[in-house]
């Protein structure tokens, strides 16, 4: 990698590190306290490591390594496009958004390698990227339920919202079954707001 590129992949590093989650600011979440696209995926990166560890004891084939390193990069193509909110992404269609996203990824990020992982995150086409799915779903409960903990009760909906997400995904994949006893606290957490309207 040369300069060139290395210059270009820093400016996209710094974008998600100083870019707050649009989904808290929407939600009265200040931006000074506003959690970063890049803090986002460094949880999600550690959260898949350890549950793919989880799956692994199952007898599940997974790689928590390479979970991890999809999980680093999932996002990093809104430090080109932004941070589209929910509204707008269910208007444009999940296609849509995912394309834009991907092409703006292709033309800017400067890694074969980095490409290579979040194109595999899109795809959900593997257990890695399929685990990192859950990962960051339970990074975004994890992080309501701190807000909500803080006084931010707007973002309830939020934590209603991944719970339903992520129980709905560990009913439909036999494979992810065995996160259930790990997730299902943090699950029950966020369906006692799906009530709170």
């Not at 990698?1 to 710094?14: F, H, P, S, T, W």
């Not at 809104?78 to 269609?93: F, H, L, N, Q, R």
């Not at 803080?150 to 973002?155: A, P």
Request: glycine share 6%; with cysteine; hydrophobic share 45%.
């Amino acid at each position: 990698m040369n300069y060139m590129k290395l210059e270009r992949l820093a400016k996209i590093v710094e974008a998600l590190k100083t870019t707050p989650r649009t989904g808290w600011l929407l939600r009265g979440v200040y931006p000074a306290i506003a959690e970063t696209i890049a803090a986002h995926m460094y949880e999600s990166a550690v959260l898949a490591l350890m549950l793919g560890e989880e799956l692994r004891s199952c007898g599940i084939e997974v790689d928590p390594q390479h979970a991890a390193a999809v999980a680093i990069v999932h996002d990093a193509a809104e430090a080109i496009v932004g941070d589209i909110v929910k509204y707008t992404a269910e208007a444009m269609g999940k296609e849509l958004k995912e394309r834009i996203e991907v092409e703006a990824a292709r033309k800017e990020i400067p890694s074969v390698l980095l490409l290579k992982l979040l194109e595999e995150y899109v795809a959900q086409n593997t257990m890695e990227s399929e685990l990192v799915k859950i990962a960051e779903m339970l990074s975004t409960l994890i992080q309501s339920l701190r807000y909500i903990q803080h006084g931010f009760s707007s973002v309830s909906e939020i934590a209603c919202s991944t719970a339903q997400g992520i129980d709905k995904i560990l009913n439909g994949d036999i494979r992810l079954a065995c996160l259930r006893k790990t997730l299902q606290r943090y699950i029950d957490m966020g369906l006692r707001y799906c009530s709170k309207k």
